[in-house]
């Protein structure tokens, strides 16, 4: 468990196996950004996260309108 603000935040390891180029790319971060691997890459897994929980929370009401407005227009 991490501590941070005094607030324990439950952590779990996960391993991924990356091309060479990618892993090389974030070794240049690390130094350009004087930032560590687990602090770039945690960084890199929550913007996807958030992302992606963007598009699809979005996507659903977005669709769902669509299909709404399709039956309108058939009537």
């Not at 935040?9 to 560590?36: G, Y």
């Not at 992302?51 to 227009?73: E, G, H, N, R």
């Amino acid at each position: 468990m991490q501590m941070k603000n005094n607030i324990t935040h439950a952590t779990k390891v996960i391993t991924a196996h990356v091309p060479l180029p990618m892993a090389d790319k974030i070794d240049q971060m690390v130094t350009r950004l004087e930032r560590s691997r687990v602090w770039i890459i945690r960084q890199a897994l929550s913007d996807f996260v958030r992302l992606y929980d963007f598009l699809v929370l979005s996507s659903k009401p977005a669709a769902a309108i669509s299909q709404s407005l399709m039956l309108i227009m058939k009537k």
